[in-house]
């Protein structure tokens, strides 16, 4: 690759990235007003009905296409008669799905004791199939790299999930309407795919090529044993804690955690396909991926810290007094969030690099250590299954993780762990004097304190990285860098 096309590569990742975050901020936006509303409009009961029934759905869901959206993306190379496979494919896997869960939905109730769950489950199997219909569209906009629209696209169904919803719960539907939002998702979502690409199938076939197969395997595989690390939580609380304590534990996981993966989520989306191309040249694909993850690990982590040093007041100002229960649980999973941006992508490093098979025994380690954490931790309600997920995973996981990652290459471990570190000990350095400011009776209300742990956080965090020649050199460069990705500029 020239240095003319390296520069264009990255021009071109900066661009997708500014479009998705331009996408993602108004989605945040309208996750957070999801978050408020619904919980002014809804009991902590309510929640906890969905919250019990969606971690089945998304289990079904896991096999769902077979990683063949990611297998589209990924290849170099890839024909008109293996589309139609893959759609085909996804097509009857995702019809298989729903009957599954159609099916399924007798015992689901038997398991929590509540007869509610049978229609609740069989309501959930909705979008399942459409997204299994969106999935080969939206992996070709993908693969052509159409960022904005695809940013474009997602704001549309988010909005329209969030109507839905909020206009359900506003005319009484109870549960009903955490149920229906989905389902519009789901639905615009389709539409907008289909409307964009004007790809069409060509007559059903049931086989896929091997390798294809291959690689989609390994990834679901992953994503089957990841699974029981992202959802057994919400299971387990909700059979031994009561649909109300999981109605609180839900709520403390949407604040925090789901507008990280409004982040990384749609960052993968553009990071796989453009590092993708660039598989082969070890030293542009590490660059791209550190420059990548310091600027994700500035943004994300000293504002997790933040929320999570004042959980009480950031509790109290969205959801009033009466949620004041989730605060312990937020500050648990907010020290669990601190990792999770850096440690989210590194599956664009196995992905790329076509090591989904690396990925796949990663992802029975972690679900393994995650599942014995929430079984220790369960003893002591949500709080503790919260504290045993936050512990195992700094003890646990993330050295495993980076000694896999210098094995696979062409990120090492140090690279890694480097970016975390800085940001951890900005993060205690800035509890510190917060808790100082605390206990001198400095933070007078809610929002003081709110908007002194944003400095605080934000303040330190610049500075030591302002202190380490690695990160230095990231930031430093970055206005040169957006000059060149401006439009209208000499090298645009």
Known sequence: MTNTQKHSMGRLALRGGFITAAAQVLKIIIQFLSVVVLARLLIPEDFGLIASVSPIAAFVGLFQNLGLQQAVIQRKEISGHQLNQVFWASTFIGIGCTAVLTVAAPAVAAFYGDPRMTAITVATALPLFLGSLAALPLALM???????????????????????????????????????????TAAVTLIAAWWTTRWLPGRPVLRVDRDIISFGANLTGFNLVNFFSRNLDNILVGKYSGAVELGYYDRAYKLLLFPLQNITQPLTRVMIPLMSRIQD????????????????????????????????????????????????????????????????????????????????HWGIYSSLTTVAAFVIGLKWGAIG??????????????????????RVGPVSAMDFLSMQVLFLVSSLLAWLGYHWLEQNGQLSSGIVAIAASLVLNYGIGFILAMLLPSSRKVFSSLPSTLWKTAPGSPSA
């Open 142 to 184: 993908n693969r052509h790299l159409q960022f904005g629209q695809l940013a474009l696209n997602d704001v549309i169904s988010a909005a329209a999930g969030f109507l839905a919803t909020a206009f359900a719960a506003w005319k009484g539907l109870g549960y009903w309407s955490l149920a229906i939002g989905p389902a519009v």
């Open 281 to 360: 040249d070890k030293v542009r694909f590490r660059d791209v991926y550190m420059r990548t993850n310091w600027l994700l690990a500035a943004c994300t982590m000293p504002g997790i810290a933040a929320v999570t040093c004042s959980a009480e007041p950031v509790v109290s100002l969205l959801f009033g007094q009466q949620w004041l229960p989730v605060a312990p649980i937020f500050v648990w999973l907010g020290i669990a969030g601190l990792i999770q941006p850096v440690g989210s992508t590194t599956g664009w490093i196995f992905i790329c690099q076509g090591e989904t098979k690396a990925m796949f």
């Open 385 to 406: 299954v919260a504290a045993a997920y936050a512990i195992s995973g700094y003890i646990l996981r993330v050295p495993v993780l980076a000694v896999m990652l210098q």
